[in-house]
């Protein structure tokens, strides 16, 4: 599986930005897809990550409210809607996939195999 990350930018604080992440290769029911990020000097933090079956969704509590992870069955991708942006929401963020089965491993980057090649969210206060 490879993984395509697309729509980062520059955005105000209080914006919004529409990440997305395509997949190539088949998502199997048992995989989870995830966001996770990293700031610069701060290590990769989750983000969010939903269940490819079922549909269950999962977030970090800094984002909780504002972002919302979907996928699109139709394109093989996830992606990730983030409104009310702020600063430290600045980062480069990676979408993943694997299979992480249960908590806490769908909110750890090691319960995930495939990574995309990050795309930078600049949030300017």
């Known amino acids: 599986v490879q993984l395509q990350a697309s729509g980062g930018g520059l955005v105000q604080a209080g914006g919004s930005m529409r990440l997305s992440c395509a997949a190539s290769?088949?998502?199997?029911?048992?995989?989870?897809m995830g966001w996770f990020r990293q700031a610069p000097g701060k290590e990769r933090e989750f983000v969010a990550a939903?269940?490819?079956?079922?549909?269950?969704?999962y977030y970090a509590d800094s984002v909780k409210g504002r972002f919302t992870i979907s996928r699109d069955n139709a394109k093989n991708a996830v992606n990730l809607q983030m409104n009310s942006l702020k600063p430290e929401d600045t980062a480069v963020y990676y979408c993943?996939?694997?299979?992480?089965?249960?908590?806490?491993?769908?909110?750890?980057?090691?319960?995930?195999?495939?990574w995309g090649q990050g795309t930078l969210v600049t949030v300017s206060s």
């Open positions: 993943a996939a694997g299979y992480p089965g249960s908590m806490p491993l769908i909110t750890r980057d090691q319960g995930y195999t495939y």
């Open positions: 290769g088949p998502i199997f029911s048992r995989y989870a």
């Open positions: 939903l269940r490819w079956s079922g549909g269950a969704t």
